[in-house]
């Protein structure tokens, strides 16, 4: 199953800043990809579970400032199965999660 992880950024006072995806473990979470990003706008990132082994990940995103500050992290997404299928196709589904619009000042 893919799933696509949407967000709108908006900078303030950042020039450029980290975003990575998470995946919450029980002892250690799993760092899954890594964006920097520049300028304000819309963003997607993409994570493949059938090619990570996770069945049920539970993802979040944190954001840095350039310097490794933290300053911002997201709720935990866990509605996501990687055994999901359409009922009409029988291919995997794919999942999106809308964080939605995050201003960073």
């Known amino acids: ?6 967000f709108e950024l908006k900078l303030a006072n950042h020039e450029f800043v980290n975003v990575e995806l998470w995946d919450n ?3 250690v979470d ?5 964006l920097t990003i520049t300028k304000s706008g819309k963003y997607e990132m993409l ?8 069945l049920r990940p539970e993802l979040y995103i944190l954001i840095f400032s350039m310097s490794g500050e933290l300053i ?3 709720k935990i997404y866990d509605n996501i ?3 999901a299928q359409d009922e009409i196709t029988g291919f995997n589904e ?12």
Do not use: Q, Y
């Open 1 to 6: 199953m893919l799933a696509k992880i949407n």
């Open 25 to 27: 473990d029980v002892f």
């Open 81 to 83: 199965s990687s055994l």
């Open 47 to 54: 994570f493949d579970t059938n090619s990570s082994g996770e």
């Open 72 to 74: 911002f992290r997201s």
């Open 30 to 34: 799993d760092k899954l990809k890594f």
């Open 94 to 105: 794919t999942k999106t999660i809308d964080i939605g619009h995050i201003e960073l000042i």
